[in-house]
């Protein structure tokens, strides 16, 4: 809707496929309170896709932008549901559904983040090494070694601003959605006792080779991504394709399991009970990561390089509480 203020991280489209009587479960991991609330008051913040303008009002059209994007993936969505194939204009716009689905929420932004202050930072420590930030320090009055200080211990930090944000989300999502749509497709359906949960990180992530880094569009990488308590959507290499068949128990409890230890601040379900020994069993009110990239040094032909990284994995929990297992 034009000019809308309530901007929801995670679709209204997708969390009503979560509910039961219009409400659904939700985890709070920084409260670690169990609730049950709607959809329109989940995952949502003010103007979070609104940019900035020169007049001082807010630009909107990103957000009227996933509302249309969120209007064309609807009806395949609902055609998935049935069991049915999709057209080529179906598959494209879902893509790109699943593609911003992945990037637009918090946890995205806080990467970004870390990677430009991080990074940044990195960037003039080495360039201070070779002299030329004092040199240019003094002669600007400066003194140099004050520069110095400042830059190696850091008493600044780089933030990018709204827009560089936005544009990077945006792009990255759509470089996300295209590798999706050539990629080869799995409907999978969980046994009818066995539900997958959602979150505001709502994918897993599988690397199919041990040596490489499982990533979004990492090309020997499976994606798993539910869409509703019974379905998930599987994308991984292969012809563009849409095949349907079953998940085992064990896979489904696993994809539950990343999923909620990935997320960033909320987990949600249908099934209260499912949700809180989900909570349970992974300690998830007790943690949360606290940083997605690192930064590391290698040398190559005589050079020294800085690789800005995705972390492989979150930082680990406290160990699970012991007992038997339960059904997650």
């Not at 939700?26 to 609104?50: C, I, M, N």
């Not at 055609?79 to 995205?108: A, N, Q, V, W």
């Not at 909620?260 to 943690?287: I, K």
Request: aromatic residues 8%; proline residues 8%.
């Amino acid at each position: 809707m034009p000019g809308e203020k309530r901007h929801h991280y995670v679709p209204q489209l997708l969390l009503k496929r979560f509910c039961l009587g219009g409400l659904l479960w939700v985890f709070d991991r920084e409260t670690g309170t169990l609730r049950q609330q709607p959809p329109k008051d989940t995952a949502v913040e003010k103007h979070r896709y609104s940019r900035p303008s020169a007049d001082g009002k807010h630009d909107t059209s990103l957000e009227e932008f996933l509302s249309y994007i969120e209007s064309k993936a609807a009806g395949p969505l609902e055609k998935l549901g049935r069991r049915e194939e999709l057209s080529l204009e179906e598959r494209f716009y879902l893509s790109l559904f699943l593609g911003l689905l992945c990037l637009r929420g918090p946890d995205f932004e806080a990467g970004i983040r870390e990677i430009t202050d991080k990074g940044g930072k990195a960037l003039l420590k080495e360039l201070n090494r070779y002299g030329g930030l004092e040199e240019g320090a003094a002669e600007k009055g400066l003194d140099p070694e004050a520069v110095r200080d400042f830059i190696e211990n850091e008493k600044f930090q780089i933030v990018p601003d709204k827009n560089y944000l936005l544009s990077t989300m945006t792009r990255g999502a759509m470089e996300v959605g295209k590798h999706f749509f050539v990629c080869g497709w799995s409907l999978g359906e969980s046994p009818k006792d066995c539900c997958f949960v959602t979150s505001d990180v709502p994918y897993s992530l599988i690397s199919m080779d041990p040596s490489q880094p499982a990533g979004l569009t990492a090309p020997a990488s499976i994606r798993a991504i539910p869409i509703a308590p019974q379905l998930c959507i599987v994308i991984g290499p292969g012809p563009a394709s849409l095949l349907f068949s079953p998940i085992p128990r064990d896979l489904v409890r696993e994809i539950n399991r990343d999923i909620a230890m990935g997320s960033d601040r909320f987990v949600f379900a249908r099934d209260r009970a499912q949700l809180a020994a989900l909570a349970t069993r992974n300690r998830l009110g007790e943690w949360r990561r606290s940083e997605r990239v690192h930064l590391q040094r290698v040398s190559k032909d005589g050079k020294s390089y800085i690789l800005v990284a995705n972390k492989e994995t979150p930082d680990q929990p406290p160990a699970a509480t012991p007992g038997r297992p339960r059904r997650l």
